[in-house]
């Protein structure tokens, strides 16, 4: 039998500990701040690329995202664009299936504190402050991975590139009722949450408390996801 071709996301490891998730000063949806203890974890250091995804396309026979033929999103080391957020756990489950090992998508208190770097009361993970080249749009092609940050876990494009798919259902008021401990999102919803900036938004970064969700099979240009474990 042929060998089948993978890549191991490179892992970054963030300890067991206490942060404030959300916040009071931005959308509804983020508030109340509260403070969240998340045990260790590792998480991605960028997200899932086309490369990544195209030998989980070429091994599994599973179908390619909508936007898979459009020229601009043909780089092998951009963000693959389009998964759905069922399509991100089919390319989680072959990767477990590969290497033996528990790979799957973050919990949106794991990608939090994964994007705030150790910074907690920051809204970016560099700062309060967005940067001079923030304009996004469709005109501004896709970076690669890798061309924003590291932030203080050394992770990258935790604010730019493509909304990140999380495991959460999305409660736009969870955080009312939130554990306190590990909080894995309600039992049901009709959407699961994403978190992190979109390459074609006016603004393209995100603050590392903002929030968003969409339908589970929907596929959008501006959406991707990375592996935790």
């Known amino acids: 039998m042929p060998t ?4 191991l996301p490179h892992l970054i490891d963030i300890a067991a500990g206490p942060f404030t998730m959300g916040s009071d000063k931005h959308g509804r949806n983020e508030a109340p701040a509260h403070c969240v203890w998340v045990d260790d974890f590792a998480l991605a250091k960028y997200p899932v690329t086309r490369q990544e995804y195209a030998l989980f396309v070429a091994a599994t026979d599973h179908p390619p995202p909508l936007f898979w033929r459009e020229p601009q999103f043909q780089h092998p080391e951009q963000p693959v664009v389009g998964p759905s957020w069922n399509d991100a756990l089919a390319y989680c489950a072959w990767l477990c299936e590969l290497s033996g090992k528990t790979y799957r998508l973050p919990s949106e208190a794991e990608r939090e504190k994964a994007a705030r770097g150790g910074r907690a009361h920051l809204a970016y993970p560099w700062g309060d402050d967005l940067p001079d080249h923030h304009k996004g749009g ?40 939130s554990s306190d401990r590990n909080p894995r999102g309600p039992d049901t919803g009709t959407r699961r949450a994403a978190r992190g900036g979109s390459w074609r938004h006016e603004i393209r970064f995100s603050r590392c408390s903002a929030r968003s969700a969409l339908a589970p099979d929907k596929q959008f240009s501006d959406f991707g996801f990375r592996c935790a474990l």
């Open 138 to 177: 469709r005109d501004r092609p896709l970076s690669i991975v890798g061309s924003d940050g590291p932030n203080g876990y050394g992770l990258y494009d935790m604010s730019a590139g493509v909304h990140e798919w999380c495991a959460d259902f999305y409660d736009k008021s969870y955080y009312a009722i």
């Open 4 to 7: 089948t071709n993978y890549l």
